[in-house]
């Protein structure tokens, strides 16, 4: 069994560098994100360079917990090969560790490092993104700053009054509040009746609050209206599970959601989904260390092979993608939640399992 003070020794190493790596990915998107912020909304009456700068770092967390499986396939094939360049891993063969044993220190930096990213690093992803998108859109009005931002949200609700169209160009408060939204009333004959474009427009108990109304009828002048309410009967989960983004809300409230939305009928796939993929990724991240240690392990007297790392790299990105493709699909519904976050990951792990115990046990 590895002794404590190799293990601690390893352990801190795998620390470290996956702080580093924190670091330098938080510093390369905070100066990538202000820059495309800057150029999006220095025109807007409202900008200031700080408050460009103050919603880019409330969007890094959202940025990088999309980077953390690569963050722990770098830092931990980083950590293997200073470890095997600098003998330390030659010098514990010697003496009888194991791969298995050296490598326990790093798989459960990797496992802590998922606890750590559900705990600590999500919500606070969802409370700074909320608070980006709140300040943007007060910033800009409801008008979309980004020319690739061209798809805008659609609900339709039916009531005792009719039907009608919902959509908006930003989404707050978790789908409670519409900004520059439209709100399209259906004839009978599923022709357009009335058209209303609101400044905001806020889910109350029966009724959408609109602010700042613009009403548009055929062979009729445009009318301003300051205040008007819009029946529904649209239930906030049904709102929230449509139009918010599952990633916007934290991992300690999406068990409720999950809960509520379904005990009226609702799907919740989407917020499932979400709960499941951060469920799996402490696990998720020992795979990519298991991927790690299958190219980082060999003793290369003049450091390791370029084609060795980069298999490891299309590896661990391959796992990604499959990663994301099967997260889609329990999305929509096509595969249950728990199957489509938990499978690749098992799936991987096998295959990690499996290559090193052919590699080092034959």
Not at 10 to 19: A, C, G, I, N, P
Not at 333 to 352: E, K, L, R, S, T
């Amino acid at each position: 069994m590895i002794g404590w003070t190799l293990g601690r020794y390893v352990f801190m190493r795998y620390v470290k560098m996956t702080l580093y790596f924190i670091v330098g990915i938080f510093a390369l998107a905070l100066l990538l994100d202000f820059t495309e912020n800057a150029g999006k909304l220095s025109a807007l009456p409202d900008y200031t360079a700080w408050g460009a700068l103050a919603i880019s770092a409330m969007r890094i967390p959202f940025i990088m917990q999309q980077m953390i499986p690569f963050v722990a396939l770098f830092s931990a094939m980083a950590t293997l090969i200073s470890l095997n360049r600098k003998y330390e891993l030659v010098v514990a063969r010697s003496v009888g560790v194991s791969a298995w044993q050296f490598l326990l220190p790093a798989c459960l930096g990797a496992f802590l490092f998922g606890l750590a990213t559900i705990f600590v690093l999500n919500p606070l992803a969802a409370y700074g993104y909320s608070k980006a998108e709140e300040i943007q859109a007060a910033w800009t009005g409801g008008r979309s700053t980004d020319s690739s931002e061209s798809r805008v949200p659609w609900l339709r609700q039916k009531t005792d009054e009719g039907e009608t169209i919902i959509g908006a160009k930003h989404i707050l408060n978790r789908g409670a509040t519409l900004v520059d939204a439209t709100f399209i009333e259906l004839n009978k004959d599923e022709t357009i009746g009335v058209r209303y474009d609101a400044k905001t427009a806020q889910l109350e108990t029966g009724y959408w609050l609109l602010t700042d109304v613009t009403r548009f009828a055929l062979a009729q002048e445009p009318q301003k209206i300051a205040q008007m309410r819009v029946a529904t009967e649209l239930r906030p989960e049904f709102v929230e599970e449509r139009l918010a983004a599952p990633e916007a809300i934290p991992f300690y409230e999406l068990p409720g959601k999950i809960e509520v939305a379904r005990s009226f009928g609702y799907s919740a796939n989407a917020f499932d989904m979400q709960f499941q993929s951060l469920l799996a990724l402490p696990v998720l991240l020992i795979a990519m260390t298991l991927i790690a240690a299958t190219v980082s392990l060999k003793f290369v007297r003049f450091g390791q092979s370029g084609t060795m790392i980069l298999g490891g790299v299309i590896a661990g990105f391959v796992l990604y993608v499959v990663t994301v493709l099967v997260k889609a699909f329990g999305t929509a519904g096509f595969v249950p939640p728990f199957v489509a976050a938990w499978a690749p990951v098992v799936i991987a792990m096998f295959f990690g399992v499996s290559f090193l115990l052919h590699k080092e046990d034959g």
